[in-house]
């Protein structure tokens, strides 16, 4: 018998797959709900999307104080660059919605579509990271956060402290997952010798 390819479904998963159960416990109330937020987070994908693309144009938004707006109109007055990729290691790295570095002030700001607060632990460890991956110490510059979220904006300026100890676990988990993948390999070499 030759099967269907179905060459337009390889790489995909469905919403109600096999490889993920957990959907036949859902009354229809929680199939509603589990929809409704995956339509959120592709429209929250959507949104930081035209804001990039906005951002990038230098295209401001009309004045207001709805989130995508402020957002927008701040990165264009601030020089920002959006969706900065951060790096630190292939075990720790991030995208950061908006960034600039000018005068030593380390400016981050994030825009926030869900209905769960955002967090500031996020900010700061873009702020961590951008400290490792271009050599700034955090007691030498100021740092701006930013999280722009239910038509509102929340600052924060982050202790230098505050980002050491971020870099500092960082720099920890970093050695350990990577003295992890050397004890494995070396495990998995000792299993293949004769």
Known sequence: MNLNPHWELRGKHALLSPSQPSWLNYSEEKM???YSNIQAVELGTRKHALAAE???LNEKMPRSKRSLCAYVNDAIGYRMTPEQPLYYSSNCFGTADAISFENNLLRIHDLKTGSHPGKMEQL???AALFCLEYGFRPIDISIELRIY???DVTVENPSYEEIENIMAKIILLDNVIENSKSTSRGKAWTKLKP
């Open 124 to 126: 700061k460890i873009y």
């Open 149 to 151: 979220q239910f038509d």
């Open 54 to 56: 906005l951002i990038s």
């Open 32 to 34: 509603q709900n589990v």
